[in-house]
């Protein structure tokens, strides 16, 4: 499977970008896919993640309420909407998946993800 990341920019505090992830190779079927994120001089941190085949969906505190990931089945791609954007949320955006469905407790572990996309920048200014 290979991931490709898209739509990340420069976008001023309140504003809000949809980040796109298209996979090739391989459908989605009965996978996990998920957005984890990376600030300067910061550990890689979970985002969001859903399961390909139903809704079951997982937030970090910090996005909760502001961000939405979806999954498109037709176009094999996934995104993250994401509102109300703040300054503290400028990192590179890292789409994943796991070729499994994971079970709730691990969909924020990092580790279980065996793609990646080459992640895509988003800056919030204040």
């Known amino acids: 499977v290979q991931l490709q990341a898209s739509g990340g920019g420069l976008v001023q505090a309140g504003g809000s970008l949809r980040l796109s992830c298209a996979a090739s190779?391989?459908?989605?079927?009965?996978?996990?896919v998920a957005w984890f994120r990376q600030a300067p001089g910061k550990e890689r941190e979970f985002v969001a993640a859903i399961r390909w085949s139903g809704t079951t969906t997982s937030y970090a505190g910090s996005v909760k309420g502001r961000f939405t990931i979806t999954r498109d089945k037709v176009k094999n791609t996934m995104y993250l909407q994401m509102n109300s954007l703040k300054p503290e949320d400028t990192a590179v955006y890292y789409c994943?998946?796991?070729?499994?469905?994971?079970?709730?407790?691990?969909?924020?572990?990092?580790?279980?993800?065996?793609?990646w996309g080459q992640g895509t920048l988003v800056t919030v200014s204040s």
């Open positions: 190779g391989r459908t989605f079927s009965s996978y996990t």
């Open positions: 994943a998946a796991a070729a499994v469905n994971l079970v709730l407790s691990a969909l924020r572990d990092e580790h279980l993800y065996g793609y």
